[in-house]
């Protein structure tokens, strides 16, 4: 594949994230598979387009920039393990903030839980994802797409926030805002079962892709 392969689907990965959230396509799309049958089809189209996109810079001119060192996997490694809780304390829980939520209307802001640190878990999981990747791949086409993705995921929340900030109302969204800063750093969770579960999930998924990664992406990570 060439560059302009590479470019293609990088074109058609931003067009498949965009257009189906714009307010008038997700609400007739809504409106036939629901509000579920909506975020599987979305999180299936993203996992699909995210592999291929991938796959592409694999197959893209290579050009050398800056050598692979052993440090640099090591970095990836704990990057990759906090990337993984991160999605598992993040992901299907309460938080009116950003996409992905569930069951907002649940939402304590007194025990935010990890929406306390970030409004954007998964963005901030994005974009830790590739900056460790982006270490540890210095050729052209690896740094171009986890650098693209990384200034996604960070430019993202700026955009997100003025979604929700439209949907649950400036004022609604500030007072919600300020009692999560509130909150401890730390607190105990509202279901113990829960986060014990959450973090397991976690570290279970961190085990997963090491050993899937040689066979899925065809690189060790070991």
Not at 29 to 54: D, H, K, P, Q
Not at 73 to 97: E, T, Y
Request: glycine letters at 10%; hydrophobic letters at 55%; charged letters at 15%.
């Amino acid at each position: 594949m060439g560059w302009t392969g590479f470019a293609a689907v990088f074109g058609a990965f931003f067009l498949t994230h965009s257009i189906p959230v714009r307010p008038a396509v997700r609400s007739r799309l809504v409106e036939r598979i629901g509000t579920r049958g909506f975020g599987l089809m979305y999180s299936a189209l993203s996992v699909g387009m995210l592999a291929l996109l991938i796959w592409s810079a694999g197959e893209a001119p290579y050009v050398h920039l800056w050598p692979q060192m052993a440090w640099h996997r090591h970095v990836a490694h704990m990057g990759m393990l906090a990337v993984c809780l991160i999605l598992a304390l993040g992901i299907a829980r309460p938080n009116p903030f950003s996409f992905g939520g569930a069951w907002n209307d649940r939402f304590d802001p007194a025990r935010p839980g990890i929406v306390r640190w970030t409004r954007h878990p998964i963005l901030l999981a994005l974009a830790l994802w590739a900056g460790v990747h982006l270490l540890a791949n210095g050729d052209l086409a690896h740094v171009i797409l986890f650098g693209v993705l990384g200034s996604f995921a960070i430019a993202g929340r700026a955009v997100i926030d003025r979604r929700k900030r439209r949907t649950l109302g400036p004022l609604r969204w500030e007072v919600l805002d300020t009692a999560r800063k509130a909150a401890p750093l730390f607190h105990a969770p509202r279901f113990w079962p829960a986060l014990f579960v959450r973090l397991v999930i976690g570290l279970v998924a961190f085990a997963a892709l090491l050993l899937a990664h040689p066979h899925v992406i065809g690189v060790p990570a070991l």
